[in-house]
């Protein structure tokens, strides 16, 4: 089994015309995803941003690419489950590290944060680790 980065997935993805190298760069990461491949949760945090910030692809296109990655069997996507309730948070509004952050903590007491749009937005969709703001003691 190999492992591959971020800019593996995005160029499997992503057919850049602009760049001249992403035609043969675009066949090598179809070659290399064909593997027995694994995926961190850092290489997944990354390649959402890069899909949303870099390219603008929208969340469902997003969610469906990683879907799809996460059922391929011969790809192993690590905690998987926790990226699909992620891309699940994240298709109702969250951010989706922050999504990530929650669904990773779902066995805690609470989650702390400065964050009070994190706090709002999972207050409403992620019942399961009360988010919280820490007051000051004085």
Known sequence: MIAVDT??????????LEDSQATKQREIA?????????????????FVWVMFARYQLSKQSIHSVITL???TPHLVVEHANHVQSAL?????????ADALHLVQS???????TFDKKLCNKAGMLYPHTPVIIPQSSQ
């Open 69 to 71: 990655l996460c059922e």
């Open 106 to 112: 779902k066995h805690c007491d609470s989650f702390y």
């Open 88 to 96: 699940t948070l994240f298709l109702q509004g969250m951010d989706f």
């Open 7 to 16: 800019n593996i997935l995005a160029r499997f993805i992503i057919d850049d």
């Open 30 to 46: 179809k070659v290399v995803l064909q593997q027995d491949c694994f995926i961190s949760l850092t290489v997944i945090l990354e």
